[in-house]
């Protein structure tokens, strides 16, 4: 079923989904969607009953955190932070490389077909986990934003995270410059410019990558806003605010994308909004860590792009993105205290073009329209088929895995079989790697 630009392979028409209709893919995109007529040399995939969505956007992930998952259960951010730093140095690259391969499947057989992974732990300075991340991202066959992370304060600069974890800024830059020209191709591997957090970077770092990404043209992401605590290191180590201090650094624009973005005030938002920064909403990892709820509404209200992210799976141990669906309906109708404050078509639309429009991608991706990539999920409908609404029948109803899923055409999952790789197998061995970090 590989219908990549320019192979000449046959239209595939995927006939009978109960919602949108019939989906016809050629040459890597959608070319017609609702009732679609047959034609001779037509590829008729039958998926009667079921239901066809864009394939999920995934804002914000920590592909490595598989390694760590069901650690410090009871923790904050910073206590969770300062228990898992240790854990996380002893990393290898061929650890990074089995997290990446089962978290990015992961990720496919629930519906996600473009994902941003935040890479920020590069431990004795080896770069090379970042060839490995977009190595396991080509042979799941998911788009891949890679979000070249980095720390360099350390514990004796007054950061959180023991100085053996991070790297030196000029260090830094130049890995930054090196995975850009190895990776960055703008269709399945989009680099990203993405210094960590406010308490584990310096000014100059943040300044040097603004001025790197604008130079190339990539976009920019970082962590803020999550917790009191870290307002309150901004507070005492800068004297202003979290977004105040962004804001000084030159990162206030539309190329710009926060993780979580919770404690922001009214005038934040409205400065946020007016410069179109987006925001990776991630409830899950939110609500583990007590760390507060994101107020989506009045963040798109404002003119912020909002998207949903998984964050790392020591924080959200599920690791899919469908999950976040559900979680995001219920965490604004409790935030707003109203159970219409937030419907399953929100859920979606945060899911599918609001990721894109976050990734600043959405004239491609998260879309049922003719012309956009073939990035297509096919969700099983036989358990929801007496439900009359099927959006909120797929949003509101159990967990599930898609039965196919399409990226530029091409079958990543087929039957529920993710195509790429021995999904199971590959959680064989993460799982013997993990084993030797619990000493």
Same mark, same amino acid.
């Given at each position: 079923m590989n219908t990549g630009p320019g192979n000449g392979q046959p239209r595939v028409v995927l006939r009978g989904a109960r919602w949108p209709g019939d989906v016809a893919i050629a040459d890597g995109v959608i070319t017609e969607v609702g009732t679609v007529e047959a034609r001779p040399g037509d590829? %008729? !995939?039958? !998926?009667? $009953?079921?239901?066809? %969505?864009?394939? *999920?956007?995934n804002t914000h992930h920590h592909l490595y955190q598989w390694m760590t998952r069901g650690r410090a259960v009871g923790c904050d951010l910073f206590g969770w932070l300062v228990e898992l730093y240790p854990v996380w140095g002893r990393l290898t690259v061929e650890d990074v490389a089995a997290a990446a391969l089962v978290g990015l499947g992961e990720l496919a057989v629930t519906g996600c077909t473009s994902a941003a992974d935040h890479h920020y732990l590069v431990p004795r300075g080896d770069d090379a986990v970042f060839d490995a991340i977009v190595e396991a991202a080509a042979t799941v066959g998911i788009r891949l934003h890679l979000s070249r992370g980095s720390m360099d304060l350390g514990e004796s600069q007054g950061g959180l995270p023991?100085?053996?974890? !991070?790297e030196d800024l000029d260090a830094i830059m130049a890995s930054t410059e090196r995975v850009i020209a190895r990776h960055h191709d703008g269709e399945m591997v989009h680099v990203v410019v993405a210094p960590c957090s406010p308490f584990s970077v310096s000014s100059e770092l943040m300044e040097a990558s603004v001025a790197l990404a604008r130079r190339h043209g990539l976009r920019l992401h970082t962590h803020l806003c999550e917790t009191v605590d870290e307002q309150e290191h901004c507070l005492e180590r800068f004297g202003r605010r979290p977004v105040e201090q962004l804001d000084a650094w030159g990162w206030v624009g539309d190329d710009v994308w926060l993780a979580h973005g919770i404690w922001i005030n009214d005038d934040e938002m409205a400065r946020l909004g007016a410069a179109g920064v987006g925001v990776a909403h991630c409830p899950s990892?939110?609500?583990?860590?007590?760390a507060g709820v994101c107020r989506v509404t009045d963040l798109e209200a404002a003119g912020s792009p909002v998207g949903l992210g998984v964050d790392g799976v020591a924080?959200?141990? !599920?690791? $899919? *993105?469908?999950?976040? *669906?559900?979680?995001?309906?219920?965490?604004?109708?409790?935030?707003a205290a109203a159970a219409d404050a937030f419907m399953p078509a929100d859920a979606l639309r945060l899911g599918t073009s609001g990721g894109a429009r976050c990734l600043g991608v959405d004239e491609r991706v998260g879309g049922l329209e003719p012309g956009m990539a073939a990035d297509l999920a096919v969700w099983p409908g036989d358990d929801i088929a007496d439900v009359v609404d099927p959006l909120a029948g797929l949003v509101l109803g159990p967990d599930r895995r898609v039965r196919h899923l399409y990226v530029g055409g091409r079958a990543v999952v087929a039957d529920g079989r993710l195509l790429g790789c021995d999904l199971a197998d590959a959680h064989a061995r993460l799982a013997r790697r993990a084993r030797r970090l619990w000493d």
């Open positions: 590829v %008729t !995939v039958d !998926v009667d $009953g079921d239901i066809i %969505t864009p394939g *999920l956007v023991p100085d053996h974890v !991070v990892s939110n609500a583990r860590l007590a924080s959200n141990e !599920v690791g $899919g *993105l469908f999950p976040e *669906l559900r979680q995001s309906l219920y965490a604004a109708r409790l935030r």
